[in-house]
Antibody, heavy 116, light 106 residues
């Protein structure tokens, strides 16, 4: 069974950074890309970027360049996203998802709350 | 960026009714993908490559379209179909989603 298990919800201070994880199981980690997607409260979905674990290549939505950094650890089948210089605009649920053209499996989501 | 505009934004239907959700792009895309999201849950892939049903999706759902206009059609609504549906394109980066269509049951 394919599963993407994300780390827990985060409460972070404005100006801080946060790193979240997405552990893949049930398939060959290097055979698929991992994407990160943002959903702000009551809002729709925004694609942040993608990482191809096989070749450690990343591609970002221009709107998130400088905000998000994607990495992957092939030894533990885990993808990571770090968000920096957090503001209230970054409060949202963040999902990881698998595949190339479309997203066939999703993690359960991580709620990030930015508050002092 | 390719902007996807869904209509209607919200709709309500009675069980057994037919519902059509439209997704229009501001430039031509090759394929459209659709997701279903229920409250408090992650989105689920629902239709991919315009017209292919994801695993487990009932065949009362169908997808069609080309170029700048795509549709998700439910031939006969059931209570379990109440959800928000999003379209998504990958033809040009960044990948973008529509704003969503909330489907309610009367």
């Amino acid at each position: 069974e394919v599963k993407l298990q994300q780390s827990g919800d985060e409460l972070v201070r404005p100006g801080a950074s946060v790193r979240m994880s997405c552990k893949a199981s049930g398939y060959t980690f290097t055979a698929y890309a991992i994407h990160w997607i943002k959903q702000s409260p009551g809002q729709g979905l925004k694609w942040i970027g993608t990482i191809v674990p096989l070749i450690d290549t990343t591609s970002y939505n221009q709107k998130f360049k400088g905000k998000a950094t994607l990495t992957a650890d092939k030894s533990s089948n885990t993808a990571y996203m770090e968000l920096s210089s957090l503001t209230s605009e970054d409060s949202a649920v963040y999902y990881c998802a698998r595949n190339w053209e479309y997203f066939d499996y999703w993690g359960q989501g991580i709620m990030v709350t930015v508050s002092s | 960026e390719t902007v996807l505009t869904q209509s209607p934004t919200t709709t309500a239907a009675s069980p057994g009714e037919k519902v059509t959700i439209t997704c229009r792009a501001n430039s031509s895309v090759s394929y459209m993908h659709w997701y279903q999201q229920k409250s408090g849950a992650s989105p689920k892939l629902w239709i991919y490559d315009t017209s292919k049903l994801a695993s487990g999706v009932p065949n009362r759902f169908s997808g069609s379209g080309s170029g700048t206009s795509y549709s998700l059609i439910i031939s006969s609504i059931e209570s379990e179909d109440a959800a928000t549906y999003y379209c998504q394109q990958k033809s040009s980066d960044p990948r973008t989603f529509g704003g969503g269509t909330k489907l309610e049951l009367k």
